[in-house]
């Protein structure tokens, strides 16, 4: 049985690599998928229809999927509405919430509460000393306070007070409210409490000032989202808040499937294009000097050798008859699979590895996506 489960899976493979069918309508379209998807915009995030055909290929009804590098949860996402239990697992507070927001079933009434909870210590308190001063030291384009209209700022940083002293991403009904509540930071919609910018990164806003309810808004997209959640059937899934270079949770074991995508080694610093929902979860000036050391995206520019203890990792927590996929960037400074390639031979067996032009992806209005040039796919048994 286990030659024949993976064989069934290796031979599916083969199909997707001759018909690439997430390239084909109706799963080219940039809107492809459930809406939960857009819970929160998140660059670099990987396209729900690649996402869904991966699981797809890889794994089985009943199955359970691990992502470790979970991200915005796309991934372990699609194994859940696809009859897969779906597990996540981040070092940041950003893609905690946002997976557990799409991962976790929601109760509307909870949610309420936690926006009129919200709403109540917006009208009853003043910004703390905390949050002022990060708001004068931290802004890299513009300053925080040129996004907003002064009335909004200050619901933006009693908000950023409530959510911190509240701060629970493992919480499905927190994890949702707050995933929201970083969609609607900035952007060049309606919904957003900024003056017009970017939707996925903060670019230096124009416009007026003009003033936007924070609770108003946040409301309409809660319940957008609690709309899409409940068009839904999905396997119970979660996210884990850890540490992928520290011992994995323990209830973590025996996974079908580990489907992941690191940080591309020439993408652009995620933390950086993301800094005003950084700064929103509590990061300071420091942070921004400090934190990112332990992010994979800076230590694989010093050296590949962290990535032993991940192979080693996913050895142990998958199956006999699993399967790995690793989902990488190539460009003309760094060919990842070729380069991640001994360490993963330490644990495992290389089935395959394909590469996959880029040139077909959209920008969403980002002009330096990195030099990226193609995608890789590392397949891998035991």
């Known amino acids: ?30 809107s492809w998928g459930s809406n939960l998807h857009s819970v929160c915009s998140y660059q670099g995030k990987m396209k729900p229809a690649l996402a869904h055909h991966l699981v797809n290929v890889f794994s089985e009804h009943d199955e359970t999927v691990l992502d470790p590098f979970s991200g915005s949860g796309t991934i372990p996402f699609e194994a859940a509405i696809n009859q897969r239990y779906g597990i996540g697992m981040d070092i940041g507070l950003l893609p905690v919430a946002l997976s557990n927001a799409k991962l976790k079933r929601h109760d509307p009434i909870e949610v309420t509460l936690i926006i009129k909870n919200l709403e109540s210590y917006i009208k009853n308190n003043t ?10 030291e931290v802004g890299f384009n513009k300053t925080i306070t040129e996004y907003y209209h002064p009335d909004t700022l200050q619901e933006v940083l009693l908000a950023r007070d409530f959510f911190i002293l509240n701060g629970k991403p493992e919480l499905e009904n927190w994890s949702l409210v707050f995933s929201c509540m970083l969609h609607i930071l900035h952007g060049n919609r309606p919904y957003a409490l900024s003056r017009n910018s970017h939707p996925i990164t903060p670019y230096a806003p124009t416009g007026e000032y003009i003033y936007k309810n924070l609770i108003e808004k946040l409301t309409t997209k809660v319940e957008k989202s609690l709309d899409a959640q409940q068009q839904l059937t999905m396997l119970d899934s979660e996210c884990f808040f850890t540490d992928i270079l520290e011992d994995w949770p323990s209830e973590i074991k025996k996974v079908d499937a580990i489907i992941t995508s690191p940080p591309f080694f020439d993408s652009t610093k995620f933390y950086m294009s993301n800094w005003l929902r950084y700064w929103f979860c509590g990061w300071s000036r420091s942070d921004f000097q400090d934190f990112p050391k332990s992010f994979i995206e800076v230590q694989q520019k010093k050296s590949f050798n962290v990535y ?12 006999e008859d699993g399967i790995v996929v690793f989902h990488l960037g190539f460009s003309k400074k760094c060919d990842m699979a070729e380069s991640l390639r001994p360490y993963a031979e330490k644990y495992f067996t290389v089935r395959d590895i394909f590469t996959e032009s880029v040139e077909h992806c959209g920008k969403h209005g980002i002009s330096d996506q990195g030099s990226v040039k193609g995608h890789q796919y590392l397949v891998l048994t035991k």
């Open 1 to 30: 049985m286990k030659l024949d489960k993976i064989t069934r899976k290796l031979d599916r493979w083969e199909d997707f690599k001759s018909e690439l069918p997430h390239l084909k309508q109706p799963f080219s379209k940039r």
């Open 127 to 136: 910004p703390s000393k905390r949050t002022l001063t990060d708001l004068k």
């Open 308 to 319: 032993d203890f991940i192979f080693e990792q996913c050895h142990e927590r998958l199956s």
